[in-house]
């Protein structure tokens, strides 16, 4: 019948790790609930070779004795191979931890990679090169003008920047030295009407 939605299943995020990780950890549980389950035996075997001793069945004891020995001696095997499970699913869970690490190392040295490749050494010496040029040729024109330029050009400068500053570069024309007098003002306007006259006599 397929999917419900029509769409496509997505890929399970577990991997092989992590379902060899879950079968260790299913057997080592295993082995505990046995391990618990053969103390509980040997104890209860135990006082049962008091209670027979107290009955004078030696013998019985002395065998319930040796089972009891021989359990302890599988309980000791138990203990290493639950402790060997417990060893290789940190062993494994730390490989896992070490290829996530191998992976973001693998994808910061295909970044640096690509940017390598977008701006080879000779790119960089290159822009090195023409700042210390660029950094050169105005130490040279700062130089210069220190050399030529005089306390007054410096002031002059300044004022200038100032005026730059406010808005106040307007030049405005030469005032005359020499006082204007009547005659002189009223020329402009002699020469006007003379030119208004000559228009009207030629029309």
Do not use: W
């Amino acid at each position: 019948m397929g999917n419900v939605f029509g769409g496509k299943s997505r890929p399970s995020r577990v991997t092989e790790q992590d379902k060899a990780v879950l079968q260790l950890k299913q057997q080592r549980d295993k082995l505990k609930q046995y391990q618990k389950r053969i103390t509980l035996q040997l104890d209860k075997e135990h006082l049962l070779a008091k209670q027979l001793l107290k009955n004078g069945r030696k013998e019985k004891a002395l065998l319930l004795l040796k089972k009891k020995r021989y359990q302890d001696q599988l309980l000791d095997k138990t203990e290493n191979q639950i402790s060997n499970l417990e060893r290789m699913v940190q062993d494994i869970e730390f490989m896992q931890i070490e290829l996530k690490v191998i992976e973001g190392l693998k994808a910061g040295n295909d970044c640096l990679r690509s940017m390598h490749q977008i701006m080879s050494i000779e790119d960089v010496e290159r822009i090195l090169d023409e700042t210390q040029e660029a950094i050169e040729y105005q130490k040279q024109i700062d130089d210069m003008l220190a050399g030529v330029l005089t306390q007054d050009d410096e002031d002059a400068v300044l004022a200038e920047l100032e005026a730059i500053t406010q808005g106040e570069d307007i030049e405005l024309p030469d005032v005359p030295a020499e006082p204007i007098t009547e005659e002189a003002s009223t020329q402009p306007e002699r020469r006007r009407a003379r030119n208004t006259e000559q228009e009207m006599l030629s029309v």
